[in-house]
C-alpha cells in the first residue's frame, strides 16, 4: 500500500518493505518506484527497502517548473528523518544517481554506502542542456507521448526491445504515466546540475557501480571512470542490458547487488 509523507511543500509517496538496515533505492527519469518491483522483493527479506517517488514523478507531487538534484536530495533526508533512519545505503539508477550524489555531497555522514547504476557523474554539455529543454518543451505542448516515443529506443538494449515485449510495455507504461510538468521540471533540473567528477575522489563508504553492456545513454565508459576514481568501488557489467538494467535483467542486477551487500556484512 503506498505511502504518504508530507514533507517540504509537497506530498511524496513511497514504499517501505521489510525490515533491517535501511537501504533507499532512487529511480531514474522518468519512471517512478515501480521500478525497483523486483529489488524490492529479491532484499526485503533481510533489509529494510524504500522506494520513493522523486518529485514531480509517480504519486510524489510537482512543485514549480525546475526541481533540482539538490531538492530531490533534501526531499530523500526529508523523509529518512520522517522515518526515523540516522543512515542508509543509497540505491539509484540514471537520474537517481545524480540525485544520490547530490546527496552524498550534502549529507555524507547519513550514507552507509552507494550503488550507482547506469549513470554518471558529469554535468550535461551544451548541447545536452539544450536537448533536455527542448523535451521539456516537448513535455508540456505534445505530452509524455512524444518523449516517449522518443526516448524508448534509447533506453532499452535492441535484443530488449525485440525479444521481451513485457519489459517494454512496463518501461512505457512509467513513462506515459509521468506528469508532464513534473518530467519538465526534472529535465530542467538535470540541465542545471553541476559536475560531480570531483566528488568521486572523496567518496568513502562502500560503492557499488552497475552498467548495462548495451547502455547507450550512460556507457559503461561513465561507469569506467567513476570505478577509477571512486577507491575500493566495484564494477559490475550486465550482459546484454541497456539504460534500464535492473528491469531488463532483474535476475543479474539483484545478485550484484546482493552480492555487494553481503560483502559489506562481512
Not at 101 to 113: D, G
Amino acid at each position: 500500500m503506498t505511502k504518504l509523507a508530507r514533507l517540504r511543500g509537497i506530498e511524496i509517496a513511497y514504499d517501505d518493505a521489510g525490515e533491517g538496515t535501511p537501504i533507499v533505492l532512487l529511480h531514474g527519469f522518468p519512471f517512478n518506484r515501480s521500478m525497483w518491483r523486483e529489488q524490492t522483493e529479491s532484499l526485503r527479506g533481510a533489509w529494510r527497502v524504500i522506494t520513493p517517488d522523486l518529485r514531480g514523478h509517480g504519486e510524489t507531487s510537482v512543485a514549480g517548473e525546475v526541481a533540482t538534484m539538490e531538492e530531490m536530495a533534501a526531499d530523500v533526508a526529508a523523509l529518512l528523518d520522517e522515518l526515523n533512519i540516522s543512515r542508509a545505503v543509497v540505491g539509484s539508477l540514471s537520474m537517481g544517481g545524480y540525485v544520490a550524489l547530490a546527496f552524498f555531497r550534502k549529507f555524507p555522514e547519513r550514507v552507509l554506502a552507494l550503488i550507482l547504476a547506469d549513470t554518471r557523474p558529469q554535468a550535461d554539455t551544451d548541447d545536452g542542456r539544450r536537448a533536455r529543454e527542448e523535451t521539456a518543451r516537448r513535455a508540456l505542448v505534445e505530452g509524455m507521448g512524444a518523449v516517449t516515443d522518443a526516448m524508448l529506443p534509447k533506453l532499452l538494449a535492441p535484443s530488449t526491445r525485440e525479444r521481451e515485449a513485457e519489459v517494454v510495455d512496463r518501461v512505457r507504461a512509467m513513462m506515459l504515466g509521468t506528469n508532464p510538468r513534473g518530467a519538465a521540471a526534472a529535465l530542467r533540473g538535470m540541465a542545471a546540475r553541476r559536475d560531480q567528477t570531483d566528488l568521486l575522489t572523496e567518496i568513502n563508504v562502500p560503492t557499488l557501480i552497475v552498467v548495462g553492456t548495451e547502455d547507450a545513454l550512460t556507457p559503461p565508459s561513465d561507469a569506467e571512470t567513476m570505478h577509477a576514481k571512486i577507491e575500493g568501488s566495484r564494477l559490475v557489467k550486465i550482459e546484454g542490458a541497456g539504460h534500464v538494467s535492473n528491469v531488463e535483467r532483474p535476475e543479474d542486477f539483484n545478485r550484484a547487488i546482493g552480492e555487494f551487500l553481503s560483502g559489506m556484512r562481512t
